[in-house]
């Protein structure tokens, strides 16, 4: 009898937060932010086996999402600094430059926010491309896979091909460390995945969009759509095996929820959708 009336307050419990996911929390948009772009001589860096020669532009986008909860940031470009050189900035390598039409800081306010503002600060890992803003935002809660956090906050972050003062400001966040999935409202409208491979904590952002539905995030899981057709990874990636495991395994959730990846560096791709200060539902 006792356990029939817990499991009957259980039922209720569960329709009770069915229905407040359903009627106050969801994503109301998705900014989708400029946040540079990484001109390289030759792709097949990135595309084993094919391109061989030929240069590229990768694209390098923010996303800001506005949920009925609050405001969370996914990614913070290429550095601010870098637009006001005019010639981007080449890496000492020699391999990419990359170039900053537009600050971050600037395009949020454009769109009346405030680093402040952002209390849920997540990225899909932590290359300079991703993180080169990282520390504008003090004042969110950091999420990070244990695995990417020990590398950035370790004794050798260079080894992952980290740069520390990109985290410098950020190091005493509060920080939420994951060892898996995380609903980041509690409703199910945003959650991050992991998928390893890229780097040793490589995640990705599952977005349940208003009108266009459930949206994939890749970060840099997958940096072309040719290589998502081909489930085909950079060489230098942290492990080759994990990234194309990542690959399937978030290709099957997309095909049982029936959502969409939006590639960060696919500039042909990205090409087709709305940028802030407009925004997509
Ligand atoms: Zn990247």
């Known amino acids: 009898m006792y356990a029939r009336v817990l499991g009957l307050a259980a039922a209720l419990l569960a329709g009770c937060a069915q229905m407040a996911g359903d009627r106050v929390s969801a994503v109301e948009r998705m900014y989708v932010i400029n946040c540079g772009e990484n001109h390289v001589k030759d792709v097949e860096r990135w595309t084993p086996g094919v391109n061989k020669g030929k240069p590229w532009v990768f694209s390098n986008h923010c996303y800001l999402i506005r949920h009925t909860k609050g405001l969370m940031l996914w990614d913070t470009g290429n550095a601010d600094r870098i637009a006001a050189l005019p010639n981007g900035l080449t890496a000492p390598s020699g391999i990419i430059t990359a170039f900053m039409r537009k ?143 990542s690959m399937r395994e978030i290709e099957a959730f997309m095909q049982k929820n029936g959502a969409k990846l939006w590639i960060n560096h696919d500039r042909e791709q990205s090409a087709g959708i709305p940028k802030a200060p407009a925004y997509v539902e």
């Open 103 to 245: 600050p971050l800081a600037e395009s949020l306010k454009e769109i009346g926010v405030a680093p402040a503002d952002i209390r849920h600060f997540a990225m899909s890992h932590s290359h300079g491309d991703h993180s080169g803003n990282a520390n504008l935002f003090t004042a969110a809660t950091l999420y990070m896979q244990t695995t990417e956090y020990d590398a950035v906050f370790g004794a050798e972050p260079q080894k992952f091909g980290f740069a520390a003062a990109n985290f410098e400001k950020i190091r005493g966040n509060p920080a939420l460390k994951l060892n898996g999935e995380h609903d980041v409202f509690g409703d199910g409208a945003v959650v991050i995945k992991p998928a390893p491979g890229h780097t040793p904590g490589h995640q990705v952002l599952v977005v349940r969009l208003p009108k266009t539905g459930p949206v994939v995030l890749s970060g840099d899981m997958v940096h072309l759509t040719d290589n998502w057709n081909a489930k085909r990874a950079p060489s230098f990636n942290f492990n080759v095996e994990q990234s194309v495991r």
